[in-house]
C-alpha cells in the first residue's frame, strides 16, 4: 500500500486540488493538518516526512524506520496518519496515507510526478495549477490507481492524455497503449529508419584540486556513456567494456592487448539495462529506447595527475604595478589535443592598464570577473607555454610594494580555474570492447564509438 490521497497546496498549506484514492482518510481534516504543521512547525525542524497521532500531535520519523510502523502513538491506526511531501516553486506537493505505506516510494512518485507536470505545463507553479485542473485530474488518475503507483512515462501518458486534457477517440480509450503492456515500455513497435546507426560517446569529467606545491588533493573522475540510437525495429544490444569486476567473473586476464582493465564505481543504469543479467556476469544487454538518452553513469575515485598543468608567480613591483609569470604544460601523450583550452587566472579586483605577451593564444581581461583567461584553441600534448602580464595596482602604496606595511592583500587569491576537452581520449582508460547488434530481420547496423574527456571542477591553487 503507498497513498490514501494526494493534495497539491499552496505555501500556506491552502488545498489547490486533492485527489483521495481509498476514501479511508478525511481530505479535509489531512488538508487543515498539514496547514496547521507548517504555520507551527520551526523551520529547521520541518521534515519532509512527519505524522500526527490520533490526538492531533505532530511527530517524526525516527531515524532507521522503512514506512511507517504499528505504533502506540496512533500512527497507523484510525486517526493517525502520516503526511509526506516535496516542495517546487510554490507549491507543495503531498501524499497522506494511514497505513503501513512505503514513505521512500511516496516520495519517489511525488518527485517524478512533479516532472510530468513540469513536462505537460512547461512550468509548474500555482498559476499552472489553476489553469490545467482537467488534466491534472487525469494524471492523478492514470498515475495513481488505489494508492498504487502506476506508469508516470510521459511519452506514454501523452498517446491517450494531449496538451489540451482531451482523451483520444473511444476506440483508444477501450485498451491501454502498447507500452503499458509491454516488457519494454520505453520503445514502441513498429520503428523504421532508412539508415540503421548507433552512437557512442563515452563522456568524462575529470574533477581536480591541486595545492599550490603540486600535491593533489583530490581527483574523481565522473563519467557517462551517452548513446544516440537509429535502429529499427526492436534490437538488443550488448556492451562489453574492460570492466575489471568483468574480467574476474569470466575468469579472464585482466590486461587486454588494449590495455588495463579499469574498476567502476557508483554504476547507474538506464532503466533498459537488464539488471539481473549484469548482476549475474556482468554483461550490458539492452534494447535502447529510440533516440538520445544516457545509457550509464560511473564514478572512478583514484589518483590523476593533471592533464594540464598551471603554475603562477605573482611579482608586485615599486610603482604600483604587479606583474604575473604564468606556465602552462600538457602531461598527456603527444598524440592527443585538447581543445578549446581556457585557464582562468584570478587578479586583484582593482587593477588597470593590462598588458599581455603569450607564446601562443589570446589573454583577455574580464573585469567583471576579476580574472584573466588565456585561450589555446588547440593544445597538443607534451607542450609547455608561457604567458605574462602586467597591471597597474593603484591600490599599493609604495610603503606596501616595499613590505613596510605588511604587504598586498592577498585575498583575492582564488585557484585557478581550467576548462578543456580531449577528444579520442579517456583519462581512467576505459574501453568499448565490442557493441553487438541483433535483429532478428537480420538488417546491417553502424556502430559509432568515441571518447571524450573534459574538465569537470578542475582548480590548481596559488602559491
Not at 557508483?266 to 539495462?273: E, G, M, P
Not at 580574472?371 to 606596501?400: D, N
Amino acid at each position: 500500500m503507498v497513498a490514501s490521497a494526494i493534495l497539491i497546496t499552496d505555501l500556506t498549506g491552502k488545498p489547490l486540488i486533492s485527489r483521495n484514492y481509498r476514501g479511508d482518510i478525511p481530505l479535509s481534516s489531512a488538508a487543515e493538518k498539514f496547514a496547521t504543521y507548517l504555520l507551527e512547525a520551526d523551520e529547521e525542524a520541518k521534515k519532509p516526512v512527519f505524522y500526527v497521532d490520533a490526538n492531533g500531535e505532530f511527530g517524526s520519523l525516527k531515524k532507521g524506520e522503512e514506512g511507517m510502523e504499528e505504533r502506540d502513538d496512533g500512527c497507523g491506526v484510525p486517526g493517525g496518519e502520516t503526511f509526506v511531501y516535496v516542495q517546487h516553486n510554490n507549491l507543495y506537493l503531498v501524499g497522506v496515507t494511514c497505513k503501513n505505506s512505503n514513505v521512500a516510494l511516496i516520495l519517489t512518485y511525488l518527485y517524478q510526478l512533479t516532472a510530468l507536470f513540469q513536462d505537460y505545463f512547461s512550468t509548474l507553479n500555482e498559476e499552472s495549477i489553476r489553469d490545467n485542473f482537467v488534466i491534472i485530474y487525469e494524471l492523478l488518475d492514470e498515475t495513481m490507481d488505489h494508492g498504487l503507483p502506476q506508469s508516470l512515462d510521459s511519452t506514454i501518458l501523452r498517446q491517450f492524455i494531449t496538451q489540451e486534457g482531451n482523451r483520444m477517440a473511444d476506440d483508444s480509450k477501450s485498451k491501454p497503449p502498447v507500452a503499458l503492456t509491454n516488457a519494454v515500455s520505453w520503445r514502441t513497435e513498429g520503428i523504421k529508419h532508412k539508415k540503421n546507426e548507433i552512437f557512442l560517446d563515452v563522456v568524462e569529467k575529470l574533477n581536480l584540486l591541486v595545492a599550490a606545491n603540486g600535491t593533489v588533493l583530490h581527483s574523481e573522475i565522473n563519467g557517462a556513456i551517452k548513446m544516440k540510437s537509429f535502429l529499427s525495429g526492436m534490437p538488443e544490444l550488448k556492451l562489453g567494456l574492460n570492466d575489471k569486476v568483468m574480467f574476474e567473473a569470466t575468469g579472464r586476464n585482466q590486461q587486454t592487448r588494449s590495455g588495463k582493465s579499469v574498476e567502476l564505481e557508483d554504476i547507474k543504469f538506464h532503466q533498459c539495462v537488464r539488471l539481473a543479467r549484469f548482476e549475474n556476469d556482468r554483461t550490458i544487454s539492452f534494447i535502447p529506447p529510440d533516440g538520445e538518452f544516457d545509457l550509464m553513469t560511473y564514478r572512478l575515485d583514484t589518483h590523476v595527475k593533471p592533464l594540464i598543468w598551471v603554475e603562477a608567480v605573482v611579482e608586485p613591483h615599486r610603482g604600483s604595478r604587479i606583474e604575473y609569470m604564468i606556465k602552462t604544460r600538457s602531461q598527456f601523450k603527444s598524440r592527443s589535443v585538447a581543445n578549446n583550452v581556457e585557464i582562468s587566472i584570478p587578479v586583484p579586483p582593482d587593477v588597470d592598464s593590462p598588458s599581455f605577451k603569450s607564446s601562443v593564444g589570446n589573454v583577455t581581461y574580464l573585469p567583471d570577473k576579476d580574472c584573466v583567461v588565456w585561450t589555446i584553441k588547440q593544445y597538443h600534448g607534451g607542450r609547455e607555454y608561457l604567458m605574462r602580464a602586467h597591471f597597474g595596482l593603484p591600490s599599493i602604496s609604495r610603503e606596501e610594494a616595499d613590505g613596510k606595511s605588511g604587504g598586498m592583500d592577498t585575498s583575492w587569491k582564488k585557484p585557478i580555474g581550467v576548462k578543456f576537452e580531449i577528444p579520442y581520449f579517456t583519462v581512467s582508460g576505459i574501453q568499448v570492447r565490442y557493441l553487438k547488434i541483433i535483429e532478428r530481420s537480420g538488417y546491417q547496423a553502424l556502430p559509432w564509438v568515441r571518447y571524450i574527456t573534459a574538465n569537470g571542477d578542475y582548480q590548481l591553487r596559488m602559491a
